[in-house]
């Protein structure tokens, strides 16, 4: 998919909305960030309006009737609404707020999964679960003697989707899979895995934190259960994440933590719970950040999710194209045609941390290690890769920068 970047939005007028793209790394040195998928740089719009809540109209929410109470809750229920929509959720009622994905996913886990699951049930995971979506799940099957199975990735890097089919034949309950790896930026099918899931009788949760920022994700086309993403990821604020439940699911769930906001009625000894979604939000929330969240959401609408896919798909392939030149890098995850922008490598005789702080020399910020998905190091035998990964705001000069880096690094090691 060839497009130039012009016909799909302008990247010079969506880099000048970030700040720190301006930024020096040292004198002469500017940055080029390519770590995006750990976390997403901010643009103006998002600093801005938690810059004027703060100065304007700081106050708690839910529980006020003087004027600051009642403007931030309805910015704080704004911000609901704009994620509700760029998720194209029925209601803003199925948008919890969570501090991030991690937290989104140990809510179904310590809630649906403690209430509906016994003894010798099965959830299917996959191989290349970031360990957000890993821990939980051993958590509980240990307390509660589950079986875990998991969709192998293929040998070129694809959900399997026939061991995939073999084990919804062993009637598990839930599938909790990611929707794109952060380490092999592998898309995974999730509509097809989801229907599936359904047809053999299991609930399906999403884990969004790579894919809601990057593509177009419909939670009503997918039909999905449960979606988890996180704010930091999608040019929002870091300690504000999504659960998206289906709203039956989320009614007849049992609260998750306890405290004020998420009762109707206390008594000594019992309490009522509020309705959804405020069931679920125990507590001060992240006020400022879910304001935030929401410009986000509505700022990357804007420029259209489309747009930023294709945008992301054209880059992935030139950056794979460029570092399938460079002799003994090797790139893990699929073609681009299956995959994300990220791109995670390992240099012959050069240890990726190495490799990322000579990078980091020439002020290119990419990660090395196991990006929290150790398993799917295992798998390969390596305990880390550098990781560079494109967003939005990077371009092909930073591809070549990054190329260039490399070559550097060839040369110091010889
Ligand atoms: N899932 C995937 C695929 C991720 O890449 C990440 C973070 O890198 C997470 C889950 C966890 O996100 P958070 O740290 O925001 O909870």
């Excluded at 309950?173 to 895995?193: R, W, Y």
Aim: aromatic share 8%; glycine share 8%; proline share 5%.
């Amino acid at each position: 998919m060839a497009v130039p970047e012009k016909t799909l939005f302008d990247v010079e007028r969506v880099r000048a909305d970030f700040p720190i793209l301006k930024r020096e790394i040292r004198p002469g040195v500017p940055l080029t960030y390519l770590d995006s998928t750990a976390t997403a740089q901010k643009p103006r719009q998002v600093i801005d309006v938690m810059d004027t809540f703060y100065r304007r109209s700081n106050a708690n929410i839910h529980r006020g009737v003087h004027t600051l109470a009642e403007e931030a809750t309805a910015m704080y229920e704004k911000g609901r609404e704009q994620v509700a929509s760029f998720i194209n959720a029925q209601s803003a009622r199925q948008v919890v707020f969570t501090r991030n994905t991690t937290e989104s996913i140990n809510l179904v886990a310590y809630t649906w999964a403690r209430a509906n699951l016994k003894s010798g049930d099965m959830i299917v995971l996959t191989e290349m679960e970031h360990h957000s979506n890993l821990i939980p799940w051993q958590l509980l099957a240990q307390a509660r003697g589950l079986r875990l199975e998991f969709v192998p990735v293929t040998d070129d890097y694809l959900f399997d989707m026939d061991a995939y089919r073999e084990l919804l034949a062993l009637e598990p309950k839930l599938i909790a899979f990611t929707h794109m790896s952060n380490v092999l930026g592998t898309i995974t099918p999730a509509a097809e895995i989801i229907r599936l899931a359904h047809e053999a009788g299991a609930l399906t949760l999403l884990d969004g934190a790579q894919s809601v920022p990057h593509l177009p994700v419909d939670v009503q086309s997918l039909d999905v259960d449960f979606l988890a993403f996180s704010a930091h990821k999608m040019v929002g604020p870091s300690g504000v994440g999504v659960l998206y439940g289906k709203l039956p699911l989320l009614e007849a769930m049992p609260p998750f933590l306890g405290g004020g906001d998420m009762i109707k009625t206390v008594h000594l000894r019992t309490f009522s719970t509020n309705e959804v979604p405020y069931k679920f939000e125990a507590g001060t929330p992240a006020i400022a950040e879910a304001i935030g969240f929401g410009v986000a959401a509505e700022y990357l609408a804007n420029i259209g999710m489309d747009a930023i896919a294709a945008y992301e798909h054209e880059m992935t392939e030139y950056a794979l194209e460029r570092l399938a030149e460079i002799p003994g890098v090797t790139v893990f995850g699929p073609s681009a045609e299956h995959k994300g922008g990220v791109a995670s490598f390992v240099m012959d005789g050069v240890h990726p941390h190495d490799v990322a702080q000579i990078l980091d020399h020439d002020g290119i910020a990419v990660r090395a290690g196991h990006h929290c998905a150790q398993p799917l190091h295992e798998k390969y035998g390596i305990t880390a890769t550098t990781r560079a990964s494109f967003y939005i705001y990077n371009t092909r000069a930073d591809v070549d920068k990054l190329v260039e880096g490399i070559y550097k690094v060839k040369e110091i090691f010889g």
